[in-house]
């Protein structure tokens, strides 16, 4: 995934290898180190004599692993690396930090994605700490992946916006005749508008359009166009015209122990959402362990920023609507289930309330509507901007500089960062309006 979707995963493991620290205190050996590199990646397997007690990171000039084993004795001799080897160009020991302790260092070739994990003895095997080193793809030229990483910071939060129902599927139908479909799609277009005039934000509607799509359909097209957040759009309806009011739905906990069941008997799902790691997630009980532990932990987060979103909307939506619920509510609706994505369903008001059937086809109303949830996405994303975000960047107190490409002007730039034509001249004393390539702007802060 992402950038700082894999940052976020590569923490969790991290957290999990603290998981899996055993408590012992006798000391380890290591008793034997083999290689085996394959075509993505390279796997380095210690033969332990205990559960592994062990921590790493990475260091940068020159790039190198470091891998420390608590109380643990080394072994005489590490093994060779083949010469020209692809992502190590050495094992060695060095000297550890802490006493009775081992530490192996990596000499790596290139940046590569370590996954580390521990596995228990099964059969003939004994106690394993495996090493997986993912290297860079061969193909892929330093040059141009620069390139790629710069276009990719700054970048904006996505927001997938599903207009509910659609098509064949009118959703509910309103005392006048009013479809539900309609409505959705019409507030899902003021919502998408709003997000796509704010610098650092880009909307993406699951439909554009009056036409049907399957629940699964609506997460697959979220999660494609790598969206941070899924937001769904619709209208209630009860049997009686009286009940009315907005409501904001988040996943429950039951939907989503039951979604994690499924991902993990699906190894492509576990690969959409563990990236490089899932790989390396085999049949073994440890194994599963661990999948099920980064599912568990990568729906956390889902739950709780959807939920902290919901909040955010529910105190925007009582300045405009009534409510129906006066706090989020947890569901379970299909729509709702993305381990990875976190979701939202609003409904907007009862379609079935005559009242609210009138207000929620005025222009006005579902203006007032999608700015609520526009406002309350913003502010959530201002408060917890993903790293490599623009939003990320404005947070920051540095003042912020742009180098000037090709075919920019002055007035995109100023709608980019939120600021105007005669800010950034001001700032940057500018007599003119002409920008020459690689110049570096100073960007005001909004
Ligand atoms: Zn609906």
Do not use: C
């Amino acid at each position: 995934m992402r950038s700082a979707h894999s940052k976020y995963i590569n923490i969790i493991i991290m957290f999990v290898l603290l998981v899996f620290a055993a408590q012992t205190f006798a000391k380890n050996a290591i008793n034997n180190v083999r290689i085996r590199p394959s075509a993505e990646s390279t796997r380095v397997v210690f033969d332990l004599s205990k559960k592994p007690e062990f921590s790493y990171f990475v260091l940068q000039k020159p790039l190198r692993l470091v891998v420390d084993f608590e109380n643990t004795k080394q072994l005489p001799k590490l093994p060779a690396i083949p010469k020209k080897h692809r992502v190590i160009s050495k094992i060695r020991y060095s000297k550890p930090k802490k006493k009775n302790a081992t530490r192996v260092v990596f000499e790596l070739n290139g940046p590569t994605k370590p996954v580390i994990f521990a596995l228990a003895p099964t059969g003939s095997s004994s106690n394993r700490l495996v090493v997986d080193l993912y290297g860079q793809k061969k193909a892929a030229p330093v040059k141009s992946t620069n390139k790629k990483r710069e276009l990719k910071r700054d970048r904006d939060i996505v927001i997938a916006i599903d207009a509910g129902h659609g098509g064949q599927d009118p959703g509910s139908i309103g005392p006048s005749g009013t479809f539900e479909k309609h409505i959705t799609l019409q507030i899902a277009k003021r919502l998408a508008k709003l997000i796509n005039k704010e610098p650092g934000m880009s909307a993406q509607l699951t439909r554009s359009g009056d036409y049907f799509l399957k629940l699964n359909t609506r997460t697959a097209k979220a999660r494609t166009r790598r969206a941070d957040f899924f937001v769904s759009i619709h209208a209630d309806a009860f049997s009686s015209p009286k009940p009315r009011g907005a409501s904001v739905w988040t996943l429950s906990l039951r939907r989503a122990n039951s979604e994690i069941g499924k991902w993990l008997e699906n190894k492509e799902k576990q690969s959409q959402l563990l990236g490089g790691a899932a790989g390396v997630i085999k049949d073994t009980e440890n194994e599963k362990y661990l999948a099920k532990a980064l599912l568990d932990m990568s729906m956390d987060h889902s739950m709780k920023t959807g939920f902290q979103v919901a909040e955010e909307i529910v105190s925007e939506l009582k300045k405009v609507a009534k409510l129906h619920k006066k706090r989020p509510q947890a569901a379970n609706f299909g729509v709702l289930k993305s381990p990875d994505i976190p979701s939202i369903l609003v409904e907007t008001g009862f379609i079935s309330n005559p009242q609210e059937e009138r207000q929620l086809k005025t222009a006005y109303h579902q203006q007032r509507l999608a700015n609520a949830v526009f406002v309350s996405i913003k502010r959530y994303y201002q408060k917890n901007p993903p790293d490599d975000s623009l939003f990320a960047r404005l947070k920051e107190q540095k003042p912020l500089h742009h180098k000037v490409k090709r075919g920019e002007s002055l007035s995109l730039l100023a709608a980019r960062y939120g600021t105007t034509v005669s800010a950034l001249k001001k700032v940057n004393r500018l007599k003119n309006n002409t920008l020459h390539i690689g110049q570096v702007l100073t960007i005001p802060k909004a």
